[in-house]
């Protein structure tokens, strides 16, 4: 069974950083496209970040977040720096086969995690 746990959201104030985790297992995370999506109340699941050979990020995010893949852990992290009160949403980790900007073409989803920036 193949499962994605997230890890690290909470309470930061505006400006501060956060890392979040997902930990993969009945799949190599290193075989897949990985991928944070985020979607905050009311509006749509989107995409924020991928990582395969290279990465990819959201217009949004460039030059504050980073994704990153430690392999022997089977894990693939999200730092998030620079927060603002507009990255508030819950964060979800996803696999995949193809590299994508798109949620419809992952199949395996975490639980998400709550990250919420105050102003």
């Known amino acids: 069974q193949v499962q994605l746990v997230e890890s690290g959201g909470g309470l930061v104030q505006t400006g501060g950083s956060l890392r979040l985790s997902c930990a993969a297992s009945?799949?190599?995370?290193?075989?897949?496209?990985m991928a944070w999506f985020r979607q905050a109340l009311g509006k749509e699941r989107e995409f924020v970040a991928r990582i395969t050979w290279n990465t990819v990020y959201a217009d949004s995010v460039k030059g504050r977040f980073t994704i990153s893949r430690d392999s022997a852990k089977n894990t693939v992290y999200l730092q998030m720096n620079s927060l603002k009160p507009e990255d508030t949403a819950v964060y979800y980790c996803?696999?995949?086969?193809?590299?994508?900007?798109?949620?419809?073409?992952?199949?395996?989803w975490g639980q998400g995690t709550q990250v919420t920036v105050s102003s």
């Open positions: 996803a696999s995949g086969s193809r590299s994508s900007s798109s949620a419809a073409l992952y199949d395996v």
């Open positions: 009945g799949r190599t995370a290193s075989n897949y496209v």
